[in-house]
Nanobody, 123 residues
Framework: QVQLVESGGGLVQAGGSLRLSCAAS????????MGWYRQAPGKQREFVGG????????YSTASVKGRFTISRDNAKNTVYLQMNSLKPEDTAVYYC????????????????WGQGTQVTVSS
């Protein structure tokens, strides 16, 4: 099993920045792709983006492209989501995910999930 713990959420004004972190533990040798999802109140969970095992390839959904950056530090078993130019519509619970397959860009192929961290962007 793989355990994922997110941190770094909070309240920020529109235009501000936050960096989320997600630390992995357990059977981390199984992890290839890592990614982020979010779920706003009353909406379905949305795939924000993912990163390949080596960190050299990333995918971001159109609504965050150019504002959010995904990175990972395999020595620390941690993935990050740097969020800049935040908008009120970015308000959501953000979830870290890890996948056994190498398909980092496919939102349907993640196997493990964190508990989520709340991000609130005020206007």
């Amino acid at each position: 099993q793989v355990q994922l713990v997110e941190s770094g959420g909070g309240l920020v004004q529109a235009g501000g920045s936050l960096r989320l972190s997600c630390a992995a533990s357990g059977s981390i040798f199984r992890i290839n792709a890592m990614g982020w999802y979010r779920q706003a109140p009353g909406k379905q969970r949305e795939f924000v983006g993912g990163i390949s095992r080596g960190g050299g390839n990333t995918y971001s959904t159109a609504s965050v492209k150019g504002r959010f950056t995904i990175s990972r530090d395999n020595a620390k078993n941690t993935v990050y989501l740097q969020m800049n130019s935040l908008k009120p519509e970015d308000t959501a619970v953000y979830y870290c995910a890890a996948g056994i397959s190498g398909s980092y860009a496919s939102g349907a192929l993640y196997d493990y999930w964190g508990q989520g961290t709340q991000v609130t962007v005020s206007s």
